[in-house]
């Protein structure tokens, strides 16, 4: 297709006519979809249903040494569940910490912690000093960027890159300013970009000098196992990296099983050097006398191990890799060649990211908003609720049945193309 680019005034005036005409009759059919957050369709959460429909045992609460899991105690996890994450993160049991059903209850937990007391290595509670920064990857995750702002930190952009974080941005900030005390990474499969972190990029994330001696890396690995098939990308072990340069207290680890069970009401987990571990323990275990840990034996006898959890992960993937094709492979009959969007197609993950020229993401949000179809808010993925550009869009596609996605993409085809043409010709 011709670049939009290159149309002449009266070839663009007569694109949008007929594209205006197209959206009218779109909008005559009174749609109602959603491809706003990163939900799971009922197809989706079927596939783990059995988890709910076997019944919990008096034997199976009962550890291999007779503590009985329906009691008090253990409030660090259950041993069974330590060892599954470990098999399927390659992360050592005794760094582990099982949680209750949100690894983001687990990352509002930690940065308060280091708010109140500190963190291994700080000089005082982080709340004792003026004008603290957090980096925000950009595009980003929203509930990460409300989390730190809520907390009372100044968020600072840096922006998203196919190999991740602009490292020699990264590494400037952090290198001359003692105020910034961390950053948020999704390291596989960024939300909302599916960008997986190079290799590089993570040995200069965990050997990089900073200003401020109790720096923190909030590794949220929501997913690491959400590969769409056998050739899904790779991340390098950031504990191994980080202790090469004995920086092995930076990294807080995250992750969950909410877009693997069941939203809401999977388990969590956080991961930390022993030192770090030692640390928050003392502090959650005034908070807690435990987590749900019968939901955790629940998740055990479902998957049983980590290969189990793999096996549906393969399944799951299929049926996830499937929607974000949909979603492709209609944005690149449309629109490709135009010149009017830019996106990624990642091999994992949950959402796809699409920035197009700048100034027209509102005006596309708008008209799908005006059609039925609802987005995430243009802005979501930038601290404060900005995009400077105003171009980056976060669709979800898992939620919508697979009707519908074609019906909300080709309208979101069509909308991208008007505003991009309004913007180009001023029309």
Avoid at 388 to 416: F, H
Wanted: hydrophobic share 40%.
């Amino acid at each position: 297709m011709k670049p939009y680019a290159s149309l002449s005034p009266k070839e663009a005036e007569k694109e949008l006519a007929a594209l205006r005409a197209l959206y009218e009759k779109e909008k005559s059919m009174h749609l109602s979809l959603d491809l706003s957050r990163g939900k799971p369709n009922s197809e989706q959460l079927d596939m783990t249903q059995e988890l709910l429909d076997a019944p919990l045992t008096r034997e199976m609460c009962f550890s291999p040494s007779g503590f009985d899991y329906r009691n008090y105690g253990i409030f660090d996890g259950v041993p069974e569940m330590k060892k599954l994450f470990s098999d399927l993160l390659g992360i050592p049991e005794e760094m582990i910490l099982i949680g209750g059903n949100s690894s983001l209850q687990l990352v509002y937990d930690t940065l308060m912690r280091a708010m109140v007391f500190g963190v291994v290595g700080s000089d005082r509670p982080w709340a004792k000093e003026e004008g603290l920064k957090w980096l925000c990857v950009v595009p980003g995750y929203d509930r990460h960027f409300r989390i730190a702002q809520s907390i009372g930190f100044e968020l600072v952009n840096v922006r998203m890159l196919p190999t991740g974080p602009d490292m020699d941005e990264v590494e400037r900030l952090v290198a001359s300013d003692p105020k910034i005390k961390g950053i948020f990474c999704v390291p596989k499969y960024s939300n909302p970009t599916g960008n997986t972190y190079s290799d590089e990029t993570v040995v200069r994330l965990a050997k990089m000098k900073t200003a401020a001696k109790d720096f923190r890396i909030i590794w949220d690995n929501a997913y690491a196992v959400h590969d769409f098939d056998e050739n899904g990308d790779t991340l390098l072990d950031i504990f191994a990296e980080a202790e090469k340069y004995g920086n092995q207290n930076r990294i807080f680890y995250f992750t969950s099983t909410s877009k693997i069970s069941f939203p809401g009401a999977g388990i969590s987990m956080m991961a930390m050097s022993p030192e770090n571990l030692a640390q928050a323990k003392k502090y959650i275990s005034v908070e807690t006398i435990g987590f749900d840990k019968l939901n955790q034996i629940r998740h055990l006898a479902y998957f049983k191990n980590a290969a189990g959890v793999m096996a549906h992960m393969r399944l799951l993937g299929k049926n996830v890799g499937k929607k974000i094709a949909i979603a492709e492979q209609i944005l690149d009959r449309d629109l490709g060649g135009l010149g009017i969007l830019e996106y990624q197609k990642p091999k994992g993950g949950y959402f796809l990211s699409i920035d197009t020229l700048p100034g027209c993401a509102k005006r596309v949000f708008a008209l799908m908003a005006e059609a039925g179809v609802k987005l995430t808010q243009v802005g979501d993925t930038f601290p404060y609720g900005v995009d400077p550009e105003d171009r980056n869009l976060r669709l979800a596609p898992t939620y919508p049945s697979d009707e519908d996605l074609v019906k909300s993409m080709d309208l979101l085809t069509v909308t991208i193309r008007i505003a991009s043409l309004e913007k180009l010709f001023a029309l």
